[in-house]
C-alpha cells in the first residue's frame, strides 16, 4: 500500500485548504485511513481519522469543528477539508492508513498505523 499527500500551501489565517490522500495498491475500503501532523519542534499529533465501514470521523478537540475529513471510495482517496485556518494550524501533515482491530480501537495513536504518505507543508500566516 502506498500514500501520497498534496495540497498543502501558504495561506492566510481564516483560509482554506484541501488536502488530499490518494491510496494505491488496495482498495481504501479495507482500511482506516487518518491525517497526523507535525509542527516544527513538536511532537507528532493526531488530526482525524475515518473509518473503512461507517465512514465515521474521528477528531481532534484543536480542528473539531474546522476540519472536515471525507473519503472516495471509488477514487481511493481521502481528503482533509481545513477551515477557518489558524497559525497554530502550521505542520507538515502525514496521511496514514492500517486495516486491523488495534487500529480501530486506537485511531488516534500514531503507532497503530503501518503505512504513511510523504507529508504536504501546510503554512498559515497571521
Known amino acids: 500500500v502506498q500514500l501520497q499527500a498534496f495540497g498543502g500551501g501558504l495561506v492566510q489565517a481564516w483560509g482554506s485548504l484541501r488536502l488530499s490522500c490518494v491510496v494505491s495498491?488496495?482498495?481504501?475500503?479495507?482500511?482506516?485511513v487518518a491525517w497526523f501532523r507535525q509542527a516544527p519542534g513538536k511532537e507528532q499529533e493526531f488530526v482525524a481519522a475515518?473509518?473503512?465501514?461507517?465512514?465515521?470521523?474521528y477528531y481532534a478537540d484543536s480542528v473539531k469543528g474546522r476540519f472536515t475529513i471525507s473519503r472516495d471510495n471509488a477514487k481511493n482517496q481521502v481528503y482533509l477539508q481545513m477551515d477557518s485556518l489558524k497559525p497554530e494550524d502550521t505542520a507538515v501533515y502525514h496521511c496514514?492508513?492500517?486495516?486491523?482491530?488495534?487500529?480501530?480501537?486506537?485511531?488516534?495513536?500514531?503507532?497503530?498505523?503501518?503505512?504513511w504518505g510523504q507529508g504536504t507543508e501546510v503554512t498559515v500566516s497571521s
Open positions: 495498491g488496495r482498495p481504501i475500503t479495507s482500511y482506516l
Open positions: 496514514a492508513a492500517e486495516s486491523g482491530l488495534f487500529t480501530s480501537l486506537c485511531p488516534r495513536l500514531g503507532t497503530a498505523f503501518g503505512y
Open positions: 475515518v473509518t473503512w465501514t461507517t465512514s465515521s470521523p
